[in-house]
């Protein structure tokens, strides 16, 4: 039976300005990443042809199945499966039909079909993003990085709160870059100097630029100042990141010192994790990674990736890079989970399945909003990513170079 257009017409009224499109009688959810960083922005707005810097190009798709063919012939002539391939194979099977399910509905969405393949169109300046950037991993590294300065322009009718100190009717307010937390806490979007290069830090948006070692001071210093919201995304050991050098790995072993109890909540947190289809990684992370943190499973969410015509951008059934990636939720129960503060934690639906156009290597769809209505909390939601290389605002971003797609070269002014 056809959908009622008035009903679908609406989603798409919806999704036009929120950049969420949900499907009806269906766990699925249609994500367009640039629309949602807009949301954290007054006057600036992400360039689409940044964002989208992939999956548009012209013949991709050509390259990209003749690339598959090869790899699926190749991996036919392979050996058996082994103990932990089978395992990891089986959890594949399990959850085909819900993508393949999710993939349907997209790819009955007429309507939102068209809007997909203009959402890299925008009036946006001619962007060079092969020039020269700053490592902020290097820099941060470096015996002056204690030394280095970012220059926050405000506008003069807003403010800069960092730490205790409130600065009201100020033009420029530099900062320690590294180590210390660097806020916006003013009802607009801002500019900012670093080192020559400009960046736009969102509205009501923090970020804290350290590496693993100095994490802690981030650890609110009480409990009730916590962050009920912990999106992780860290940057495991992987073959095609280190080939590709796109950003320097961590061996699994490192992420268990991850103060997670101790930055979330006294009420608990939700913890989000994004994890590979390594069946390694998963069993590290169900058997050693959250016991450690002190966090409860509680359900699997999973991206599946497209193209702009809606098709996936790999086979389903490869044994290597499946088009989808897996988002780990579970509850971390803060400092006493049988104190008087613990809040029960709320029921999360397994399976929910988030449908994008992937952006730049590695960078993951704004997904965290989403989350807010499962956050064990009565209180406004104070929301934290750690390994974050964009900043969003409401949220406070950790990572040694959540700067990494904030440079002004990834946007444009918005139209007046």
């Known amino acids: 039976m056809a959908e009622p257009k008035t009903e679908n017409n609406q989603r ?3 999704f036009l300005k929120s950049g969420i499109y949900r499907f009806q009688g269906s766990n699925t959810v249609f994500v367009d990443p640039v629309r949602v960083l807009n949301l954290s922005y007054t006057h600036f707005r992400v360039s689409p042809s940044s964002y989208y810097s992939r999956f548009f190009q012209p013949n991709h798709s050509a390259r990209v199945s003749e690339n598959q063919r090869k790899r699926k012939r190749k991996e036919n002539k392979t050996r058996p ?8 194979d089986e959890r594949h099977r399990r959850v085909k039909p819900l993508l393949v399910e999710a993939h349907d509905c997209l790819l009955g969405a007429n309507d939102l079909l068209l809007i997909l393949e203009t959402l890299r169109i925008d009036d946006c300046k001619t ?3 092969k020039c020269d ?5 290097e820099l941060g590294s470096v015996w002056q990085a204690p030394l280095f300065e970012i220059s926050l322009h405000l506008n003069q009718d807003d403010g800069l709160s960092q730490g205790c100190i409130s600065v009201q009717n100020s033009e420029e307010r530099n900062i320690r870059a590294f180590g210390s937390l660097v806020a916006n806490d003013t009802s607009n979007d801002m500019e900012a100097d670093f080192l020559n290069c400009k960046y736009i830090i969102p ?9 693993l070692k100095q994490i802690h001071g981030l650890i609110p210093v009480k409990n009730e100042c916590g962050f009920n919201l912990i999106v992780i995304d860290p940057p495991w050991e992987n073959g095609s990141a280190n080939q590709k050098m796109k950003y320097p790995t961590l061996p699994n072993r490192y992420f268990l010192s991850l103060p997670v ?17 390594k069946e390694k990684l998963r069993i590290f992370v169900e058997e050693e990674l959250f016991p450690k943190w002190g966090v409860k499973y509680m359900a699997t969410h999973y991206w599946l990736k497209v193209k702009a015509d809606g098709s996936l951008i790999g086979e389903l059934d490869l044994c290597h890079h499946r088009p989808y990636e897996c988002l780990v939720l579970g509850y971390c129960y803060g400092k006493d989970e049988e104190s008087e503060y613990f809040s029960k934690p709320k029921s ?3 399976c929910q399945v988030f449908i994008s156009i992937p952006g730049d290597y590695s960078r993951k769809p704004p997904i965290g909003e989403m989350l807010r209505e499962y956050i064990p909390s009565s209180e406004p939601a104070r929301c934290l990513e750690l390994f974050a290389r964009e900043l969003l605002g409401g949220w406070t971003s950790w990572g040694n ?4 797609f904030q440079d002004s070269r990834y946007f444009s002014m918005k139209n007046s």
């Open 401 to 404: 170079e959540p700067l990494h």
């Open 133 to 137: 950037e700053h490592s902020f991993v």
């Open 261 to 277: 109890k101790r930055l979330a909540h006294t009420e608990g947190a939700l913890v989000a994790l994004w994890v590979t289809n």
């Open 81 to 88: 499966l082994n103990e932990r391939e089978q395992a990891a």
């Open 127 to 129: 962007i060079d993003l």
């Open 348 to 350: 999360i639906p397994d």
């Open 203 to 211: 509205k009501q948006s923090s970020f804290y630029m350290s590496d």
């Open 12 to 14: 798409l009224s919806v």
